[in-house]
């Protein structure tokens, strides 16, 4: 059980922060980047405007962690377990399973399956940045967005004294509005509430970056396999 040394010092202050961050910076270089190139953005500049956007929605929480508190590992709960790894799992085919029904049942009512975010940027970029947005999305985005949502906003909303369920259904909203795609927001949600269950009942951030790395390396093989 990991124990912290003092009691942090970075809140729900920081949590907005952090956001705030994210949402400029992925302003400014999903519009500045293009107005700057002409309004044709490379490849590399893309994936590079991601990588910039990250600072805000990891790369404070983190900063703060090691400034304010006792380092991420322990502010955060950052482990991982052979439990957590079996948890992840089990996570992971709860949401594919959800979002299985949810896909067919929009199917059944729109006559076409909802798009996402991540493919379309992975239609425009190409060559071997295809294959590194791919990673990104597999791997990174997993990490960052759980450091930021089960991480800072979970551990800050439980600081300031919210229940354990509601701390859950805040952060999933927060993950779902925040990928900006309405018709994959139920699926979202339903996402969020998992990852949250598995944060609350495992205590660590580990499960929860297993099973949405399985979800998302799911997702990564399908746009490679389209591509």
Known sequence: MQTLRTEPRW?????????VLYVAIAAATGIGLPLLLGGQPSSASIVGGLLASWLGLAGWPLLVAWRKGNGPRLDYRIGLSWVDVGAGVLGALVVVAVGFVYI?????FTGSPP????????DEVD???????????????????????RGLWFAALRKRGVGPWPTVLL???????LH??????????????????????????GACIVGHALVNSLGALALLLAA
């Open 115 to 122: 798009t996402s975010a991540a493919g379309q940027v992975a």
């Open 127 to 149: 060559g071997i940045w295809l294959y590194v947005l791919l990673l990104l999305i597999a791997v990174g985005a997993p990490l960052v967005e759980e450091v930021h949502f």
């Open 104 to 108: 067919v049942a929009l199917v059944a």
């Open 11 to 19: 809140g729900v202050p920081d949590a907005v922060i952090s956001l």
């Open 171 to 177: 952060t999933a909203v927060l993950f779902a509005v």
């Open 180 to 205: 900006l795609e309405p018709l994959r927001t139920p699926l979202l949600l339903a996402s969020g509430v998992v990852l949250g269950y598995l944060r609350m009942s495992t205590g660590r951030l």
